[in-house]
Structures are given as C-alpha cells and as structure tokens.
C-alpha cells in the first residue's frame, strides 16, 4: 500500500520478504465491483500500480545494500480483469517499462475458471522462465522422466548437481541429445545405434530441451 516503505500496512516486513524473492508478481485490479471495496475507496489501477512502484523505489533509497535492489527485480504484472477493463494507459506505461504482463480475470465463474486455468498457469510460467533467463533439460530412466530447470549458460557439471550432489562432485562426462530428436528415434538405446547421441564434458553448456544421462 501506499507508505509501505514508512510501514504502513505490513509495511517494512512485507518489502523485506520481497527482497529475498528471485522475481515479483505485482497483481493489479482493473475489474470493476462494488460489492469488493477498495481500501482506498475508489479503483484507480493507474494509481495502485504507481504506488507500488514508488514505494519499491523509496526502499531502495533508503537501502544501504545496492546489490538486491526491489526495484530491478524482474517483475511480472497480472491485470486482475477483462480485457476491456484494463485502461489502456496502464498498458502503454508497461509496454514502455518493457514490463511482460497478463490480463487474467481472477473471478471467472467457475466454469470459465477450468477451461482457461491451464492456458493461464502455463503462459505465467513462461513468463517467468523468461524473465529469470531459465531453460529446462531433462534426465530420465526406465521408471520415470523429469524436468529440472536452470539458468541459461549453465555447465552441464553443475545442472548435474540439481539432480544430485554426488554427480555434480563425481561428473566425469554425459550422454546427450536434443528431446526431439529422442522422439524421432523412438527410444534411447535407438537414438544410441544411429549414432544421435554427444559425449559432452564439464565444460559443455546445457541447452533448452537437452535430454541427458550423467555418467559418474
């Protein structure tokens, strides 16, 4: 809320949690209901969404620590509505703040809820891959798949230690190979006989879509 950064509402401890967050979802509303008060009496996005801002900032200010700054966090904002409640101003300030943002109307009824719910969850997320510069690989054996997420220019010897500590310290080399290539070749052990898959060391980077088996 506005004066957050002199503890107005949860205040100071609120502005600390997000200080630990790796990105921020700033949710707005735009929909129009007078059954659902304000706090401040009146619904102004415009305004809600420059309080926010502001009082990000006036922590910074304040802040002796430069290098975790609230305000260069990577920030996605949800446009709480329908589309054509969402002014259009607002829109043209984040277009210009290169600011990704969604228009989704929280308040669906029920039925509208699950027929859009996975659409929506899904572009949130590739938002937020984008915005914290994330790619996905993948590991498998014959029980199960799994996807694991890192940072873009990763070396393949520390995506290896999200799967488990011991390959990260035991990581001699890996067997790799793009997903869809994998799929065309209908299997691993197919994939191997034609020759599709790379022996990647240390150094290697992982890319979007690698599917690999760590050899320790």
Request: overall charge negative; proline content about 2%; charged content about 30%.
């Amino acid at each position: 809320v506005k004066g957050a950064a002199e503890g107005q509402g949860l205040g100071n401890q609120f502005l600390a949690q997000i200080r630990e967050t790796d990105a921020i979802i700033h949710l707005v509303r735009v929909f129009q209901d007078e059954e659902i008060v304000h706090f401040e009496g009146k619904i102004d996005p415009i305004s809600d969404f420059k309080a926010v801002e502001n009082e990000l900032k006036i922590k910074d200010e304040e802040s002796k620590e430069k290098t975790n700054l609230l305000s260069r966090k990577p920030q996605l904002v949800i446009l709480n509505g329908k589309e054509n409640e969402a002014p259009q101003e607002l829109i043209e300030q984040l277009k210009n703040l290169n600011r990704p943002y969604l228009i989704w109307d929280l308040k669906q009824p029920d039925i509208d809820i699950h027929r859009d719910r996975d659409n929506c969850i899904q572009k949130l997320f590739e938002n937020f891959r984008d915005l914290l510069n994330l790619i996905t690989f993948f590991t498998a054996n014959e029980s199960e798949a799994r996807s694991w997420l890192v940072k873009q220019g990763t070396e393949i010897k520390k995506a290896a230690g999200l799967v488990h500590t011991d390959f990260e310290q035991k990581f001699i080399r890996a067997e790799v190979i793009a997903w869809d290539k994998l799929i065309t070749a209908g299997s691993w052990h197919q994939a191997k006989t034609k020759g599709l898959l790379r022996l990647e060391g240390k150094e290697y980077l992982v890319q979007e879509g690698d599917v690999i088996f760590f050899k320790i």
